[in-house]
């Protein structure tokens, strides 16, 4: 039997059924991962194993139809016919062979366009990194239905083959920076499907009602110091500039020091990683401008002697946000205009 001869409810039960087992810390597959996806992405291995969490606790049964039914309206409209033999209110027809490409830093971020190209019954490869996640969980789906051994293939790819046998297939998702999808782009066939994720960036805004106690400012700054710090600042909603409404009880000056006792905090459930020689000095660089303007009377900065973290109060409207680990700037506005 081939995927395509599949229900589609078959196709997810099984996928729901592997992620369930990868949900578990102890399962033996996703241990012996643990310290490679570490030391690919540079990111703590209590930053590992929470990405692994969100991923895995997120792909329930429930949860995938739910997902595919608000897509096309039922899970049925990925089958030729409903149990009862009548056509469904609407049809979706597999696009053909899929091909995914991984992005350097977020951790298994191929797994979900993989696993809803496979419940519409397309023959998926993901060009993975060289931890071998993908592959790992590919081999748990081939153990809860035989048929994911042909449909659901990995290979471990570098950027610079990024565009290696794209022109082959029917649909490709690619995530990357800019001039790696424009690589990527130029290799896939015109009449194929191209799927583009490039770089993010993400900010914060506070509105002033939200600080009316200390209570609920240290609330919000406890998440936005777990925005901050996780992954080494490197996701897309990585938290990489914060603003602060004025008018509040709890004003910019006074939340920037309680968001600076939460990175501390933050720090403890999640290490530093491993940074690079140039990320430090960087960082120390960003970090003894903002104490000196400090010390004019201009802003406030809040570090640590190995500037391990930096927040920033007010750094200079012409700075852009460092995108560095760790590292953000607190801006006190007015409105959001």
């Known amino acids: 039997m081939k995927l395509t001869d599949r229900p589609v409810r078959s196709i997810v039960r099984a996928i729901a059924g592997a992620a369930e087992r990868w949900g578990d810390g102890d399962f033996p597959p996703r241990v012996r991962l643990l310290d490679a996806v570490a030391a690919r992405t540079g990111y703590s291995l209590p930053a590992v194993e929470f990405a692994l969490d969100r991923i895995f606790f997120s792909l329930d049964e429930r949860a995938i139809e739910a997902t595919i039914a608000q ?7 990925l089958d030729r016919f409903v149990t009862r033999g009548a056509l469904p209110r609407a049809r979706a027809l597999p696009l053909g062979r899929i091909c995914i490409v991984s992005s350097r830093t977020t951790i298994g971020v191929a797994l979900l366009p993989a696993i809803f190209a496979l419940c519409a019954k397309c023959d998926v490869l993901v060009k993975d990194r060289d931890d071998g996640l993908v592959a790992a969980f590919f081999a748990t789906l081939g153990e809860e ?4 051994a042909e449909a659901a293939l990995a290979k471990t790819w570098d950027g610079e083959r990024a565009a290696e046998d794209l022109g082959t297939y029917d649909g490709v998702v690619a995530f990357g920076s800019d001039a790696t999808l424009a690589k990527i782009r130029s290799a896939v066939s015109a009449a194929a499907r191209f799927v583009p994720y490039g770089s993010k960036a993400s ?9 009316a106690t200390d209570a609920s400012a240290r609330t919000i700054a406890r998440g936005a110091a777990r925005d901050l710090v ?11 500039a914060l603003f602060v ?4 009880a709890v004003t910019a000056e006074a939340f920037t020091g309680l968001l600076a006792a939460e ?28 104490a000196f ?27 852009p946000p460092a995108f560095l680990p760790r590292a953000l ?9």
């Open 230 to 240: 996780l992954y080494e600042s490197e996701g897309c909603l990585s938290l990489h």
């Open 145 to 148: 239905l035989d048929e994911f």
């Open 293 to 319: 303007r400090a010390a004019s009377g201009i802003g406030a900065v809040y570090s640590d002697a190995n500037a391990s973290y930096l927040a920033v109060l007010d750094p200079p409207a012409s700075e």
């Open 245 to 248: 409404e004025r008018g509040g």
């Open 263 to 290: 990175i501390e905090r933050a720090a403890v459930e999640f290490p530093l990683g491993t940074r690079s020689a140039e990320a430090d000095a960087r960082l120390a660089q960003r970090r003894d401008l903002a």
């Open 71 to 77: 897509e096309l309206g039922s899970v049925d409209a």
């Open 203 to 211: 900010g914060g805004y506070i509105g002033r009602d939200a600080l």
């Open 329 to 337: 700037g607190v801006h006190a506005v007015d409105a959001p205009a």
